[in-house]
């Protein structure tokens, strides 16, 4: 594909959740999708749509969502992208742009997702610069416990009871390949979470749940109860702030390594 062709464009973005009612457009209402639209409108003198790989909530942060549109002529993807960040607003980050095959789609192109759930238990985390980055949870919590919760979450399972009640969905059933609790020091605790799909605020509810594993007020055979349908959910998902997208997953590999800047190595 010759440079400046008409051809589709894919890119990975980062923003801080904090300021949009999630990522996918909604009248009347800040969104990522509705900014990056307005910006591409300011840049192309036209109306361009914008696809993602999945949406986020109100207050969810991305480092690594996946989006395409499809540029006029005469844009090539490194001057596109140093002019695409510079009239972003800054809670919208460009990391990388290039182009894309033809039939590429963010969403019906992956094969996996990777989210990473955050929670500040050291008294630290509760200073005010943490206030949108970490759930500032501020108490110790076990590590071995709550990797002890998440084995029963691999695999395929219903997430009926773990997502959030009355939500529209195809089918409940995810399958997750990886749920691994890291401890990343200084009291900074870090939930990896890879599967083919996720359902609304299933994440949340996942670490919610964990949590008060943890801290024991469920016994550690609730996950299994839930999966299996037989327990009711708790009463309230973890909070928005802790909760990142950092990765999606194609035929060719992961579009971004593993990790949110400012928050810690990784291991991938």
């Known amino acids: 594909m010759e440079h400046g062709e008409n051809g589709k464009i894919r890119a990975t973005v980062h923003y801080d959740g904090t300021g949009f009612h999630g990522s996918q457009r909604q009248p009347a209402a800040r969104t990522v999708q509705g900014e990056v639209e307005r910006c591409l409108r300011r840049l192309f003198e036209e109306a361009t749509r914008v696809d993602a790989a999945g949406r986020t909530d109100t207050g969810v942060h991305a480092a690594g969502q996946e989006i ?9 993807p490194p001057e596109l992208r140093r002019a695409l960040n ?5 809670d919208i980050w460009i990391e990388s742009l290039t182009e894309a095959e033809p039939d590429f789609h963010p969403r019906f192109s992956a094969t996996g997702r990777r989210y990473e759930y955050y929670v500040g238990t050291a008294a630290d985390f509760m200073a005010p610069s943490w206030l949108n980055r970490v759930w500032q949870f501020g108490s110790p919590l076990s590590t071995d416990i709550l990797r002890s919760a998440a084995k029963p979450t691999l695999g395929r399972h219903s997430f009926a009871r773990l997502s959030k009640t009355g939500a529209v969905e195809k089918s409940t059933i995810c399958c997750i390949e990886k749920a691994e609790w890291t401890d990343m020091g200084g009291g900074n605790v870090r939930l990896t979470v ?3 799909r996720f359902l609304h605020r299933m994440v949340r509810y996942l670490v919610a749940t964990m949590v008060d594993i943890a801290l024991e007020k469920r016994p550690l055979t609730d996950i299994s109860a839930l999966l299996a349908a037989r327990k009711a959910r708790p009463p309230e998902p973890a909070p928005a702030v802790g909760l990142y997208l950092t990765g999606v997953r194609y035929a060719e590999g992961w579009n971004r390594a593993p990790g949110v800047p400012g928050l810690g190595a990784v291991r991938a």
């Open 194 to 196: 890879v599967a083919d």
């Open 86 to 90: 510079a009239v972003l607003p800054g």
């Open 68 to 76: 395409a549109f499809t540029p006029p002529p005469g844009w090539d």
